[in-house]
């Protein structure tokens, strides 16, 4: 046996560290601006939130006070409260919606992929033009679509934004007509993935379709739906745009009325700090 | 066929490679030194090291320690495209959105290549020839079967008289019937072209069929490395004893005692060599060395378990208590199950000794690794 | 029975169909009717003299140019997501990196931030620095808006190429860089035009950044150019629809487009990666 080290360790290492290099600064770019348009603000929110500030003037610092003061806030709490109620009702009709059309797309062939197509257009669309159509589709006069509606079945044509029981579905079936169909996307994918050899085996088991549903399908899409959850979720706690836009916050700026504070989360962005609470 | 060919062909040598990846050593002490327009093999279980080794030929792993030659240039750091090699990978490798055509000639175009375009239609149109792809330079690698790719993968190695081909398992994903014919088509390219080629495997058939050197490897080491013939006539070590035939040598662990080797189930006279080696003593002999020896000497005595049926012989498999061994015994032999049976070696002087501890044989052996 | 529930999915797919292209198709017929037909009763479905008055009179208003500028900011944020991005996620597979797990989970945290929850502090830092109301902030953070986004797919996407295929190129005489400019790029289409529509579809659609960053005029968004002409002409629907539907021609173009590569991200990309 040789015991001899031809090729030199540090020789070899230079090249495994100009890897390193050259990959570290391949991601740079992307990282530094990442970090710069995502992280920084929100580290700069937060240390905002520990000081009182008043428009642009910073004051000094006050350490959780602005948490304190938000907390005690029974507005805060709820807005807070109206958000979840929004997210969750959402959620509960976005989620069986989207599973109902991933299941016929994926029984329909290539119509399905019109189908799908023709559904995913309103997510294509702006959050807040989807707005301004929704307010046309439900301006309260008999010459709207909704308001003729009411008309046709003798009622006075009702304004359902700012109907107090009415508001809030109203936004949820808006905010649902938007985007339930980019989760059929990632469902449909999940479907796809599930070998169609099961279905035909719990046929054969005996299992009839609902009970092969329920034991089969449902068991292993769950990954696919934990992540349409998981997205729809965000998506719609963070709905601004849309509510903005139908609230008729109008100009951004202008403070907002009753169902924007009291939906989202956001809302105590309208005074200073977004994500971070400011003192009142 | 009858471009002349510059033979091109270039010797390789490893002196003491090893490849660490922090945590272990992948292979190590690696030496092979292999002659211009040799056909050697890296043989061995999946995870014994032979990739490794091979993708530290191609410069796309670099090695902790040692050093690659290949002819007289010391490759071990040098970049994949510098090193002037071709190489076949299990995968094929073929570029998705190229036409069969321009993946041939794809390493022609190369800048540094600089190949003028009438010399790669040449080039291509003469490799394309040789491996019975004329009518398909059009279609797009997704638009051929799985053989016709293997060709195409070999196409573009030839196209460009490298100084060694390097062939990664390159028939494991054919059929049975598709991998014995181009086994033997790749047998008659490398006689023609007279290339050196180095090939990894873990099928011993096309070890042995294909090489002119055979590296059987283990756990990152060389357990042994010789032709064909001398790995399975006399194999270097346990390991290599187990691992080639099919099925391997029969292994019988036994005590040394006056002469003799006994173990449970056997009884077998020791040669000269192998008396003065202490008491830990492992004889080997291949299935098909064993004869039916329906005597009271027979050398080794147990139960028939299963008889498979092969047509020109059958394949006995014989409980000794301790283990099964196997027997390629004349069909005219008929047992049923739990039947007794007594073997002997056919001829005493292909047993195989080795030491039970370590595996290392009590034969001298001929070292071509390096 | 077999027909018949055919024919009950066929009818809830053209409803299917009618309620999500209904509200769409419905602005369209307004934008078309002339002023004094569109609150007439009951609602007429089809405009009966259509004229392309509130088109001329957005233009008039100077949409136009507010168009130009959502697709300006969108396309500069969006080849810089893809340059920045397509590289990012190509070392991420490839090569060693330092810190590799923590920059894999920065890019991972911020996909699920939304930029609006920070918006306050990025106007006041914006402001800090001079940015604020300049041409370049909105292409600048709307890149840092999709970025994660085009990491996490082309790196997703290149995980799937087999690396031989680079090896075998670089063996054939090629450079580290011609092997990915000749083998791999050409095979990453899919996922770039994914992560490019995806990109296009948020910057185009953005309202809340475009109106916290910028306030001139010449530089508003389509999305704030529109709530802003909502402003002073609340009730004129005809002229909102109009814009309504130019607003909603290019992300809906962009998205049939490439509606390919974005279902087959999605349905791959995410559920694996």
Partial sequence: ?280 | MTEARPNTAQSVRFRNVGKSYGSGWAVSGINISIAPGQFVTLLGPSGCGKSTTLNMIAGLETPTEGQIMIGERDVTAMKPADRDIAMVFQSYALYPHMTLYENIAFPLRARRRRTPEAEVDRKVRAAVKMLGLEALLDRFPRQISGGQRQRVALGRAMVRTPTVYLLDEPLSNLDQQLRVQMRSELKDIHQRLGATMLYVTHDQSEAMTLSDLVVVMSNGRIEQAGSPRELYDNPANLFVARFLGEPGMNILDGEAADGRLRGPGFDIALPALARTAGRRISVGIRPEDLHHDPSAAAAISGTVRTVEYLGSRSLVRVDLGDRLIAAFLPPSVDLPAGAPIGLSPADPDKARFFETDGGASLHAHRNLAG | MRTLSRIALVLACLLAGIVALGPILWAASTSFKSANRIFAVPPELLPRSPTLAHYANLIAEGVHWAFLNSFAYAAVAVLAALLFGATAGYALMRYPVAGRPAVLLVFLATMAVPGFAVLLPTQMLAAGIGLQNTWAILPILYAGHILPFTVWVTRSHFATVPRELEQAAEIDGYSRAEAVWRIVLPGAKPALLAAATFGFLHCWNDYVTGSTMVDAPELRTLQVALIFFQGFHGRDWGSLMAGVIIATIPPVVVFLLFRKFLIGGFADGSVKG
Avoid: C
Avoid at chain 1, 200 to 206: E, N
Avoid at chain 1, 262 to 270: F, R
């Fill in chain 1, 1 to 280: 046996m040789h015991t001899i080290r031809l090729a030199t360790p540090r020789g070899l290492d230079v090249l495994a560290r100009q890897a390193r290099l050259v990959g570290s600064s391949l991601v740079a770019p992307a990282l530094l601006l990442v970090i710069a348009i995502n992280i920084l603000p929100a580290l700069y929110g937060f240390y905002l939130s520990l000081h009182k500030v008043f428009f642009f003037g910073n004051e000094g610092f006050v350490g959780l006070a602005n948490y304190a003061a938000l907390f005690r806030d029974p507005f805060a709490w709820q807005a807070i409260g109206r958000s979840l109620l929004f997210t969750f009702a959402a959620l509960a009709v976005a989620v069986p919606l989207a599973l109902l059309a991933a299941m016929g797309i994926s029984r329909l062939g290539s119509w399905g992929s019109v189908l799908l197509t023709v559904l995913l257009v309103p997510w294509a669309m702006s959050p807040i033009v989807v707005a301004l159509l929704w307010k046309w589709i439900l301006v309260p006069s008999p010459g709207g679509l909704v308001g003729a509606a009411f008309t046709a079945f003798g009622l006075p044509p009702q304004d359902l934004l700012t109907n107090p029981l009415l508001a809030m579905p109203t936004l949820i079936v808006v905010a649902v007509w938007r985007n339930f169909a980019f989760a059929t996307i990632i469902l449909i994918g999940g479907l796809g993935q599930i070998p169609r050899d099961l279905a035909k085996a719990a046929a054969v088991d005996g299992l009839g379709a609902w009970e092969s549903f329920r034991k089969i399908t449902l068991p292993l899409l769950a990954p696919s739906l934990l992540i349409v959850i998981s997205m729809l979720t965000i998506s719609y706690f963070n709905e601004v745009q849309l509510i903005i836009g139908l609230t008729g916050a109008g100009r951004f700026g202008r403070p907002p009325p009753w169902p924007m504070r009291s939906t989202t989360p956001a809302s105590s962005s309208w005074t200073r700090g977004a994500a971070t609470p400011s003192r009142r």
